[in-house]
């Protein structure tokens, strides 16, 4: 039976090496792996192992620290293939972090930091997997934390908590956001806000960290936890950027990210789209195959076109990123983290409907990809703050919060 086509986007040849290389590595973990991990809630070690092992962790990192030194545009086709060989959005998920988190201290890290880190997480011998920003408090309004960190001689005393800390029991580093000023002695709600980095292990032997992890329905290949910090102690030399002005530090390099989770969602839905596809050419009722019946062809090729078409806003603004001003990229990069989002969780629920009762049944995958696909449209943005985003920063229409 012939497979989807989906090679419409010419790529360059870097692109390609990226795309075949990743599709290799991929290859080593068939669909019972994503199937059993998912099922035992457990992390995908050997996976993340190889592509350490490979480089592909230190992709954002510069090649004079061992890293990739690796574009938007080529993050786009690396996270899309991991998610369309077989992970979908869980697998992206478990790994992106490592990858991402370290973008503020390639950007703004001191020396000590890009000397002495930046080799080990290139190499994949330290991992910081995890950030610290949202609290029972503070969701999508960021500036609302309430983690406090005290100056002590060289020293920050942390004391707070955190929600939705993902993959901290397999992360080496911690990217802490905390107030190093009170909100109410600051002119501006985003100012007093630091970004501190936190060796796990040292606010572990400090007894100065409690975890305790989410039962949660998506992406069980990576945990999520709440955290509290109780006098927790931390090298002042361990601000990232700029002390108090942090937030602005960390907003950068945000358009990119959710660009490139924009990919993995075009990534997911190939992957349920192609799952959906296979089934509907074996499975036979009434003495034909079910996907002779428009009420399923339909569906799935209304999933396809979508998916050919996001892919290209996807991968055109990856290409853009210099030559446009914030607003542009940022409009560009809402829309496409909101349209690809939609796209992962229409085509996953196209996929379920084909499979019929079988679609929730666990040995057919798709059911996992309907749960995973739902948490991309509420995080790391919520759709509802991509559309505020556009309508006013595209439209002119007035600020809505």
């Not at 979908?88 to 000590?112: D, M």
């Not at 930046?118 to 609302?144: C, D, F, M, R, V």
């Not at 290209?312 to 940022?330: H, K, P």
């Not at 969780?345 to 309907?370: K, L, N």
Request: charged content about 25%.
């Amino acid at each position: 039976m012939a497979s989807v086509s989906w090679d419409f986007t010419p790529l360059s040849s870097e692109q390609e090496l990226i795309k075949r290389e990743i599709g290799r590595i991929c290859g080593e973990f068939d669909a019972e792996y994503w199937r059993e991990h998912d099922k035992n809630k457990e992390y995908p070690h050997e996976f993340a192992d190889l592509l350490a092992e490979n480089g592909w962790l230190g992709a954002l990192i510069p090649e004079e620290y061992g890293g990739g030194g690796m574009t938007t545009d080529e993050m786009v086709v690396m996270m899309e293939e991991i998610a369309a060989s077989g992970g979908g959005f869980g697998a992206t998920q478990a790994i992106h972090g490592a990858i991402y988190t370290s973008r503020p201290l390639v950007e703004h890290g001191g020396e000590r930091i890009r000397e002495e880190i930046l080799p080990k997480l290139a190499t994949g011998e330290k991992t910081i997997q995890s950030l610290g920003l949202t609290e029972p408090n503070a969701g999508s309004e960021s500036t609302a934390i309430e983690t406090e960190a005290e100056r002590d001689g060289e020293e920050y005393v942390v004391n707070g908590q955190k929600i939705w800390t993902s993959r901290l029991d397999v992360s080496d580093y911690l990217l802490l956001v905390a107030r190093t000023k009170p909100r109410e002695a600051v002119e501006k709600k985003t100012d007093g806000i630091s970004m501190l980095l936190v060796d796990v292990e040292d606010a572990r032997s400090q007894d100065a960290l409690e975890m305790k992890p989410i039962e949660k329905t998506s992406t069980n290949l990576s945990s999520a936890f709440e955290v509290w910090l109780e006098d927790l102690r931390v090298p002042v030399e361990n601000v990232i950027g700029d002390e108090h002005a942090g937030f602005y530090n960390l907003l950068d390099g945000l358009n990119d990210e959710r660009l490139v989770i924009a990919a993995e969602c075009v990534g997911h839905a190939k992957l349920a789209i192609d799952r959906a596809v296979e089934y509907a050419n074996e499975r036979e009722v009434f003495d034909r195959r079910i996907g002779s019946n428009q009420s399923i062809q339909h569906p799935l090729a209304e999933a396809y076109m979508r998916t050919l078409s996001v892919k290209q806003t996807v991968y055109r603004t990856a290409e853009m990123m210099d030559s446009l001003n914030r607003e542009q990229v940022g409009t560009l990069a809402n829309a496409s983290n909101y349209l690809a989002s939609e796209l992962a969780f229409d085509a996953s629920d196209a996929a379920v409907q084909t499979f019929g009762g079988f679609g929730i049944a666990r040995e057919y995958d798709v059911e996992r990809m309907f749960r995973d696909a739902r948490l991309a449209k509420i995080a790391p943005i919520s759709q509802q703050l991509a559309l505020n985003y556009v309508g006013e920063k595209a439209l002119g229409l007035p600020r809505s919060f």
